[in-house]
C-alpha cells in the first residue's frame, strides 16, 4: 500500500510539473507582445514597463519557466495584469462559490442517481429501468447551458419561484443562497446525476451477474440483504472515482453555468479574464482547476486502494 | 481472402445490421442524415437569409411565415438554426478528425514501441487529461485569439489523448498476436505492420470512439460559441443564438429553446449511433467519454 501511494504521488508530481508546463506556454502563445495586447487602450510606458518586469517576460524562456515554477510553489501566481492584485488571493477569493455550487450539485446528483441506478439495475427491463436509460441518455446530450435558460424561463419567468442569476454566500444567508444555489445546482446536478446512473447501473449489474451473488441467493437470502451486503458494498467500489471525478471537475468550475447564473465561482472568474485578456489571472485560475483535479484523482486512487486492495496488486 | 479480413467485414455488416435492428439507432442514423442535407443545403434550404433584418417583425413568436419565430433583429430564427448546422458538423468532423489522427498516430507509436517513447507520449498524455475538457479549450483559444478555426483546434486538442489511449490499449494486445510476428519474421517494416496489421485490427474502439467524440465535439463548441469563443457574429451558430438569445428569454422563449433543441437533438442522435456500434463492436470499452464529460 505504501509503495503503491508513494509511486502515485510520485506520477502526480510528474504530471503536475507537465501542467505548469503547458499553463507557462499559454502566455508565450499570445500572439504579439501579451502585456501590450492586455493593457490595450490603457497603454502607459510605465505600467507596461513595470507589468513586464514583474510578469519576467524580459527574461529568457527558460530563467522565465523557472522563475515561475519557483513562484508558483510558495503560492506565488503573478499579478492581475489589470487590477495588480496578486493572483492568488483572486483565485481563492472565488473558491468558496465554486465549492458551494460544486458539493450542492453533486450532492443532488447523488440523491437522484443512487436510487434510480440501483433499482434500474435490481429491476432490469422494467419500467423503472427504461425510465432511467431515457434519463442518462438525454443528460449526456443535452446542454447544461440551454436546461440552464429553460430552467430560468419556467422557475424566474413563468413560476416566479426562483431568482434568475445572482450569488449569496452561504454564511450571509443560508436561505437566500439556497434559492440562488437552487437553479445552477440543479442545471449540474441533473447532467451529472445522468452519468452516476449509467455507471452505477452497469456497476450493479456486473457485480449481480457474479457466482457469489448467485450462490448468495441460493443459500436463500432474502434480495434486500443479497443487495444490502453483498452487491451494493462491490458495486459501488468504481462509483467512487466516477462521484470524484465529477466533483473534481465542478470544482474546475461550470464556467458556462457561472456565466449564465452570474455566479462569482473560478469559471466566470476565467471567463472575465479571457474577456479581460488578463493572462495571469487565467493562468493561475487553470494552474489551481488542474492541481485540484490532479489531488481529488490523487485522494479516489488512495481511498480506492483501501476499499479495493486488489489495485495496489494490479 | 485473409481471416482478418474476413473478421473486419463481419464487423462491418455487424454493424450495419445492428444500427438496422436498433429503432434507436435508426432513428439517430435517420437524424444525422436530415442534419447532413440540411447543413450542407442550409442557406439554400432556408426560407429566408440569415442575415435579413427586419425591424418590423423583431421578436414575433412562431407562426407559419417564421415557424421558429423571429430574434430582437426580426431575422427568421429557423433559417439561422438551419445555416447554424453546418458549423457544428463542420466543428465537430474537423475537430475529431484532428484528435484522431494526432492520437491515433501517438497511440500507435506508444503502443508499438514501449519503452521511453511510450512512457514520454502518454506521460504528456496525462498533462492534457489534467484539465477540465472545456476550461483547456477556452484557455487555448483565448489565446489564439475567438474564431471558427482556433474553436476547432482547442476541441482537436483535448480529445487528442482520448485517442491517444483507446489506440495505445489496442495496439499493447494486438502487437503480441501472431500474426504480428509473421509480418515481423518476415522482414515487414514497423510502418507497414502498423498500417497493414496493427491499424485494421484496433479500428472497432476507434469507431465508436469517433461517434461518441463527436457527440461531445459539437457540445464544446456549442459552449464555447456561447462564450463568444466560437463562431463570430453575424454568422449564427447554435451556442451563440442561446447566447444572444439568454437576454430576452423571459419575453421570447423560442430564441432560447430551438437552438438549444437543435444542439441537443444533434448530440443525442450521435449518441444514439456511437452506443449502437459500442454494443456490436466493442462491447467492453468503458466509456472513456461518459468520464470525460465535464460540464465545466
Known amino acids: 500500500m505504501a509503495r503503491f501511494v508513494i509511486r502515485r504521488l510520485l506520477q502526480s508530481a510528474v504530471v503536475l510539473l507537465g501542467v505548469t508546463v503547458v499553463v507557462f506556454l499559454l502566455l508565450q502563445l499570445v500572439p504579439g507582445d501579451p502585456v501590450r495586447v492586455a493593457l490595450g487602450t490603457r497603454f502607459d510606458p510605465q505600467t507596461y514597463e513595470a507589468l513586464r518586469a514583474r510578469a519576467g517576460l524580459d527574461q529568457p524562456l527558460v530563467v522565465q519557466y523557472f522563475d515561475y515554477l519557483r513562484r508558483a510553489l510558495t503560492g506565488d501566481l503573478g499579478v492581475s495584469f489589470r487590477s495588480g492584485r496578486p493572483v492568488t488571493a483572486i483565485v481563492l477569493e472565488r473558491l468558496p462559490a465554486t465549492l458551494s455550487l460544486a458539493v450542492t450539485a453533486v450532492v443532488f446528483a447523488m440523491l437522484i442517481a443512487f436510487p434510480l441506478g440501483i433499482v434500474s439495475a435490481i429491476r432490469s427491463g422494467s419500467l423503472v429501468d427504461h425510465a432511467a436509460r431515457v434519463f442518462s441518455q438525454f443528460g449526456v446530450s443535452v446542454p447544461d447551458f440551454w436546461m440552464g435558460i429553460m430552467g430560468i424561463l419556467l422557475f424566474s419567468g413563468v413560476l416566479g419561484w426562483l431568482p434568475p442569476s445572482g450569488y449569496v454566500a452561504l454564511t450571509e444567508d443560508p436561505g437566500r443562497w439556497a434559492s440562488h444555489v437552487a437553479l445552477p445546482a440543479a442545471t449540474v446536478g441533473l447532467v451529472t446525476a445522468s452519468i452516476l446512473t449509467r455507471f452505477i447501473r452497469s456497476s450493479m449489474l456486473e457485480v449481480l451477474s457474479e457466482d457469489y451473488v448467485r450462490t448468495a441467493e441460493a443459500k436463500g437470502l432474502r434480495t434486500r440483504v443479497v443487495v444490502l451486503r453483498h452487491v451494493l458494498r462491490n458495486a459501488l467500489i468504481p462509483v467512487v472515482t466516477v462521484v470524484a471525478v465529477q466533483l473534481a471537475s465542478l470544482l474546475g468550475g461550470v464556467i458556462v453555468i457561472e456565466v449564465l447564473f452570474a455566479w462569482p465561482g473560478i469559471g466566470r472568474l476565467t471567463y472575465d479574464a479571457v474577456a479581460a485578456r488578463d493572462y495571469p489571472v487565467l493562468q493561475g485560475a487553470v494552474l489551481l482547476v488542474a492541481a485540484l483535479f490532479l489531488l481529488v484523482n490523487l485522494l479516489v486512487d488512495v481511498l480506492y486502494a483501501r476499499l479495493d486492495p486488489r489495485i495496489t496488486v494490479k | 481472402?485473409?481471416?482478418?479480413?474476413?473478421?473486419?467485414?463481419?464487423?462491418?455488416?455487424?454493424?450495419?445490421?445492428?444500427?438496422?435492428?436498433?429503432?434507436?439507432?435508426?432513428?439517430?442514423?435517420?437524424?444525422?442524415?436530415?442534419?447532413?442535407?440540411?447543413?450542407?443545403?442550409?442557406?439554400?434550404?432556408?426560407?429566408?437569409?440569415?442575415?435579413?433584418?427586419?425591424?418590423?417583425?423583431?421578436?414575433?413568436?412562431?407562426?407559419?411565415?417564421?415557424?421558429?419565430?423571429?430574434?430582437?433583429?426580426?431575422?427568421?430564427?429557423?433559417?439561422?438554426?438551419?445555416?447554424?448546422?453546418?458549423?457544428?458538423?463542420?466543428?465537430?468532423?474537423?475537430?475529431?478528425?484532428?484528435?484522431?489522427?494526432?492520437?491515433?498516430?501517438?497511440?500507435?507509436?506508444?503502443?508499438?514501441?514501449?519503452?521511453?517513447?511510450?512512457?514520454?507520449?502518454?506521460?504528456?498524455?496525462?498533462?492534457?487529461?489534467?484539465?477540465?475538457?472545456?476550461?483547456?479549450?477556452?484557455?487555448?483559444?483565448?489565446?489564439?485569439?475567438?474564431?471558427?478555426?482556433?474553436?476547432?483546434?482547442?476541441?482537436?486538442?483535448?480529445?487528442?489523448?482520448?485517442?491517444?489511449?483507446?489506440?495505445?490499449?489496442?495496439?499493447?494486445?494486438?502487437?503480441?498476436?501472431?500474426?504480428?510476428?509473421?509480418?515481423?519474421?518476415?522482414?515487414?517494416?514497423?510502418?507497414?505492420?502498423?498500417?497493414?496489421?496493427?491499424?485494421?485490427?484496433?479500428?472497432?474502439?476507434?469507431?465508436?470512439?469517433?461517434?461518441?467524440?463527436?457527440?461531445?465535439?459539437?457540445?464544446?463548441?456549442?459552449?464555447?460559441?456561447?462564450?463568444?469563443?466560437?463562431?463570430?457574429?453575424?454568422?449564427?451558430?447554435?451556442?451563440?443564438?442561446?447566447?444572444?438569445?439568454?437576454?430576452?428569454?423571459?419575453?421570447?422563449?423560442?430564441?432560447?429553446?430551438?437552438?438549444?433543441?437543435?444542439?441537443?437533438?444533434?448530440?443525442?442522435?450521435?449518441?444514439?449511433?456511437?452506443?449502437?456500434?459500442?454494443?456490436?463492436?466493442d462491447p467492453r470499452q468503458l466509456t472513456v467519454s461518459e468520464a470525460r464529460r465535464s460540464t465545466a
Do not use: K
Not at chain 2, 49 to 73: K, Y
Not at chain 2, 192 to 209: D, E, F, G, S, T
Not at chain 2, 216 to 223: G, P, R, V
Open chain 2, 1 to 281: 481472402m485473409s481471416e482478418q479480413q474476413i473478421s473486419r467485414e463481419g464487423q462491418v455488416r455487424r454493424a450495419l445490421s445492428a444500427l438496422r435492428r436498433d429503432p434507436l439507432a435508426l432513428t439517430g442514423t435517420l437524424v444525422l442524415a436530415v442534419l447532413v442535407v440540411v447543413g450542407v443545403g442550409g442557406s439554400w434550404l432556408a426560407p429566408s437569409g440569415i442575415n435579413e433584418v427586419d425591424v418590423d417583425v423583431m421578436l414575433q413568436p412562431p407562426s407559419w411565415a417564421h415557424p421558429f419565430g423571429t430574434d430582437e433583429l426580426g431575422r427568421d430564427v429557423l433559417s439561422r438554426v438551419m445555416v447554424a448546422a453546418r458549423v457544428s458538423l463542420q466543428v465537430g468532423l474537423v475537430s475529431v478528425g484532428i484528435a484522431l489522427v494526432v492520437g491515433v498516430t501517438l497511440g500507435l507509436f506508444a503502443g508499438y514501441y514501449r519503452g521511453w517513447l511510450d512512457n514520454v507520449l502518454m506521460r504528456c498524455m496525462d498533462v492534457l487529461f489534467a484539465f477540465p475538457v472545456l476550461l483547456l479549450a477556452v484557455a487555448i483559444v483565448a489565446v489564439l485569439g475567438p474564431g471558427l478555426t482556433t474553436a476547432m483546434v482547442a476541441i482537436g486538442v483535448v480529445y487528442t489523448p482520448i485517442f491517444a489511449r483507446v489506440t495505445r490499449a489496442g495496439v499493447l494486445s494486438v502487437r503480441e498476436q501472431v500474426f504480428v510476428r509473421a509480418a515481423v519474421s518476415v522482414g515487414a517494416s514497423d510502418l507497414r505492420i502498423m498500417r497493414r496489421h496493427v491499424l485494421p485490427n484496433i479500428a472497432a474502439p476507434l469507431i465508436v470512439q469517433t461517434s461518441l467524440s463527436l457527440a461531445f465535439a459539437i457540445l464544446s463548441e456549442a459552449a464555447l460559441s456561447f462564450l463568444g469563443l466560437g463562431v463570430q457574429p453575424p454568422d449564427p451558430a447554435w451556442g451563440r443564438m442561446l447566447f444572444d438569445g439568454r437576454g430576452f428569454v423571459t419575453e421570447a422563449w423560442w430564441l432560447g429553446f430551438f437552438p438549444g433543441a437543435a444542439i441537443f437533438v444533434t448530440v443525442l442522435a450521435f449518441n444514439l449511433v456511437g452506443d449502437a456500434l459500442r454494443d456490436v463492436l
